[in-house]
């Protein structure tokens, strides 16, 4: 503990107080920093003031779940040790292209605090931020300790900075570049870690297109002996994978390559082998363009995998069940849904361990009907896998009845999201509105923590949230509810409600400010194309100074009404980086 | 169904074939009739032309919202007084706001509603690069290795010239529809190198105990000898595609990559309507066709 840091400790002048009065600043400092969780966190900082010194000398972490929530003076002032910092920005709707560009949470700001306060940074994990390759080079100038770096869905950046961080981050021990808006001009940053770099545990570039250099890829394999995950682009075929496992038996995490390719069969049998070899892999994705012909190389290797991802493969329901058949041990799914309820079927038949399985539409644009999943999919599913508690399927049919036989195989979910792609459509059985699914959905499951809803809702699907939901903390809504009074529902029955973003629904004014005070408990909401008016939107803003009202408007669309809005809040104040389209009221 | 007639669904007593936009030349239609696609009383041709005239109207069938759904603005008060139990989906363009393609819908060709449904633009992004990126090389070289009577010519060259970029697809997915069976289905073209692998696949599609001798591949991959009964005309159906020009041939004929590039759609056509499939074509079009039936 650094010594320069204490301070005497005053009397505390509550009897209740004697106690913990007694018990020196170091000790609690040393309890205090066995604390990992930032809700744990968070509450022993309001005990009193003693433990709130102390617990913000002794946090290294920090998370921050809206980056405008605070400012980078607000927390570098108040945590002076912090080592880690995860920091989210756009609202999650920007992932859609709701969010008009330049709309802001660019990095930079809080990099240049960082570097002044917090030289010895570690690792930073960004999510929704936008980030210049100026800010990467300026990353991997300014922080020699820095190790850990971690982008999903990013922007604003190129391979350039790649190249910046993989040339001077000596001790980097993890780089994870997932799902972002990258310029991907050549594939020549992996070639930039020098020869003496041997620290990497990590290492994720599926998300590039580009080619990299697979002798200097080859190489690093090779020196990093610690190297435990390894995601690589569609750009390494087979036989390249092949290589890179022989030298990389220690895997966990493997991403592959491209799966296609002409492989005679003596190559076939160094890439079964090579799988073979590789006897602590647990997690595998990538598989792009797999070709069923090749698929049993995996096949003893799936014995001992918890997390399969096949959301970029393309395989019908015949190959799949095969391929599934091996994996009994499997606890995380993504799937396409060329799969169908066949292959559904068979991961119920197989995969008793399951707790998440996410459903992807392969082709969700497709206006006639094709196959895909329906509801027999995933109630198929629900008989088999009794532990699943997390799920994302996209499906184009649902009936209520189909919901209520999954909660009741499965009633511990925690995270419940469907996604009937047409919107408004109602329980094509008996063409009533879905109402009833999520009714029980919610009464059923009483550890639901996030919820998305889809198909054709009345306001009673909200009235069955607000009374039953009470651990819910994020709901979507899209296209549903007849009147104010859904949104009221939620606003006034979900205690622990802290995220709602809100699309297309008939909700207005008067639903708007019924949850003034509710907002500040919770992080975040967005409404877009619903009857929210621009008054509103002021009325909201002058009575709650510690939330931030903020209007996108739309090129030639009403002056009085607010299209997209987003509410937060905050300690920082307005924030001053608005793009002229963001209007802070 | 609604009265309004604008919420619907599939319901499964429908039987309709759903057919897409570009199935509407009247010199297919003709053709659907003569290979005789049975649905009784021509409930096809009816969806067919329900279909050609316009994507709005139509049969009952859910889809995924355009932007002429959402052509009319719609005030608030009108969402709100709907009191029946069936809302129609323009109830859901509450604040009239104008819907505009984003770059996704672009690349799709059709207008769409923006964001929904709710895939990470990456995740759609690649989707589409997926179908574009494979080269038909990469099938043509497959071809030298696989252990079956070869069907195919090696054709490096030709097939090169039919990349499958210059497939026009932005989706890798064509349909596939069966003699009998109402409901087509739809398969990914650039997840098979080869005929066999297609046609294997196929089989575990359509297959049916009450179909008799339906077998369009005598074996797997892994036996050799046995030759494939679809493309030797042995079984009771045999399997044709659509091609650019909109004439259908018999599934075999070319490379593999030249097919990849002319393929629009394919059909399980009962051997005994397909008699006559190709010296008639031959009438038509005056090509030489040197597949004996």
């Known amino acids: 503990m650094e010594s320069e840091s204490k301070r005497k400790k005053e009397s505390p002048n509550t009897a209740e107080l004697a106690v913990t009065a007694s018990f020196p600043d170091e000790v609690l400092e040393i309890v205090l920093s066995l604390l990992t969780s930032h809700r744990d966190r968070s509450s022993v900082s309001l005990v009193c003031k003693d433990w709130y010194r102390a617990e913000r000398w002794s946090r290294t972490q920090v998370f921050i779940g809206n980056c405008y929530s605070v400012s980078p003076e607000i927390l570098t002032r108040r945590f002076p040790n912090i080592r880690s910092v995860t920091l989210k920005g756009k609202p999650r709707f920007s992932d859609f292209n709701l969010v008009p560009p330049n709309w802001g949470a660019d990095i930079h700001a809080w990099l240049v605090a960082f570097a002044a306060k917090y030289p010895f940074l570690e690792e930073l994990r960004l999510k929704r931020m936008a980030v210049s390759d100026e800010s990467l080079e300026f990353l991997a100038s300014n922080f020699p300790n820095f190790k850990l770096l971690s982008l999903l869905s990013c922007d604003g950046f190129s391979t350039d900075g790649l ?30 870690f020098p020869e003496s770099f041997t620290s990497l545990e990590v290492l994720n570039f599926a998300n590039l297109t580009s080619e990299v250099n697979t002798d200097a890829l080859e190489r690093l394999v090779s020196r990093c002996k610690s190297l435990k995950v390894l995601k690589v682009n569609k750009s390494i075929s087979l036989e390249q994978l092949q290589r890179l496992l022989v030298r990389a038996p220690q895997l966990e995490e493997l991403g592959t390559g491209s799966f296609l390719q002409d492989l005679t069969a003596r190559p076939y049998a160094d890439l079964e082998s090579a799988f073979n070899n590789c006897k602590n892999i647990h997690t595998l994705s990538g598989l792009w363009e797999a070709v069923p012909l090749y698929l049993p190389a ?46 559904l079927e068979a991961v119920g038949s197989n995969c008793p361990l399951l707790e998440e399985l996410r459903v992807f539409p392969a082709d969700p644009f497709d206006e006639e ?81 996030r919820l998305s ?98 209007v996108m408007k739309e090129d030639g669309s009403d002056d009085s009404q607010a299209d997209k809005v987003y509410i937060y809040r905050t300690v920082a104040g307005p924030r001053r980086d608005a793009p002229p389209s963001v209007l802070t009221l | 169904m609604s009265a309004s007639g604008s919420v619907s669904t599939v319901s499964r007593d429908d039987h309709l074939v759903l057919s897409s936009e570009d199935s509407s030349s009247p010199v297919e239609s003709e053709l659907e009739l003569g290979l005789g696609l049975s649905l009784g009383g021509g409930g096809f041709i009816k969806a067919q032309q329900q279909a050609s005239g316009g994507g ?38 509450a604040a009239g706001t104008k819907r505009s393609s984003d770059s996704v819908a672009a690349a799709n060709g059709s207008s769409q509603v923006v964001g929904w449904p709710p895939i990470r633009a990456y995740r759609m992004n690649s989707m589409v690069n997926q179908a574009k990126s494979v ?55 650039n997840a098979h190198g080869c005929y066999e692998s297609l046609v294997q696949t196929l089989e575990d599609m359509f297959h049916q105990p009450t179909t008799p001798s339906f077998v369009l591949l005598g074996s797997s991959v892994q036996e050799p000898t046995r030759p494939s009964k679809l493309l030797d005309g042995t079984s009771d159906y045999v399997l044709t595609y659509e091609d650019k020009e909109g004439d259908w041939m018999l599934v075999g004929d070319v490379p ?21 499939l190709a010296p008639r074509l031959q009438e038509s079009n005056g090509r030489q066709r040197n597949r004996p039936i």
Not at chain 1, 320 to 336: E, Y
Not at chain 1, 384 to 394: K, N, P, S, T
Not at chain 1, 442 to 448: D, H, Q, Y
Not at chain 1, 478 to 493: H, K, N, P, Y
């Open chain 1, 163 to 192: 190249a910046a961080i993989a040339t001077h981050c000596k001790n980097l021990t993890e780089l994870d570049i997932q799902e972002n808006g990258i310029e991907d001009s050549s594939g020549s940053w992996l070639s930039c």
């Open chain 1, 298 to 343: 995996l096949y003893n290797s799936c014995a001992n995998l918890t997390f399969l991802n096949l959301s970029y493969t393309a395989l019908q329901s015949g190959e799949f069940a095969k391929l599934v058949v091996h994996c009994p041990r499997l606890r995380r799914l993504w799937v396409l849904d060329t799969v169908e309820d066949k292959g």
């Open chain 1, 369 to 449: 009907i094709i196959h895909g999943v329906t509801e027999e999919g995933f109630v198929a599913v629900s008989f088999g896998c009794r532990r699943l508690h997390y799920v994302l399927y996209f499906c184009r049919q649902m009936t209520n009845a189909a919901v209520a036989t999954i909660v009741q195989n499965c009633p511990n979910f925690t995270h419940f999201r469907l996604c009937i792609m047409t919107p408004g459509l109602p329980d094509y059985l008996t063409n009533e509105p879905m109402d009833e699914a999520f009714g029980a959905v919610v009464k059923t499951c009483s550890k639901l923590q």
């Open chain 1, 453 to 550: 809803v889809s198909g054709l809702l009345t306001d009673l699907t909200f009235e069955y949230i607000g009374k039953y939901a009470k651990n819910l903390e994020t709901l979507s809504v899209a296209f549903a509810g007849r009147s104010d009074r859904g949104m009221q529902c939620v606003l006034e029955g979900c205690p622990k409600l802290r995220k709602l973003e809100i699309r297309d629904c008939p909700f207005g004014n008067e639903a708007l400010l019924s949850g003034l005070e509710k907002y500040e408990s919770m992080r975040s909401l967005w409404m877009s194309a619903c009857n929210v008016t621009m008054n509103a939107c002021r009325r909201l803003a002058k009575q709650m100074p510690r939330l931030n009202v903020e």
């Open chain 2, 56 to 93: 709005g109207g139509g049969g009952q069938y859910a889809r995924i919202l355009t932007a002429k759904d959402f052509s009319s603005v719609v005030s608030s008060s009108s969402c709100l007084s709907s009191s029946s139990s069936s809302l129609s989906r323009g109830d859901y363009v």
């Open chain 2, 135 to 189: 080269a038909s090389e990469e099938y043509n070289s497959m071809m030298e290795n696989k252990r079956k009577n070869s069907l195919v010519e090696k054709t490096t060259d030709v097939c090169s010239k039919n990349s499958a970029s210059a497939k026009g697809r932005t989706s890798p997915f064509v349909k596939v529809n069966m003699d009998g069976i109402p409901i087509g289905r739809k398969i990914d073209l």
């Open chain 2, 256 to 276: 593999w990559g030249m097919f990849l590039g002319s393929v629009k759609r394919l059909r399980i056509m009962r051997t005994s309507e397909a008699t006559g």
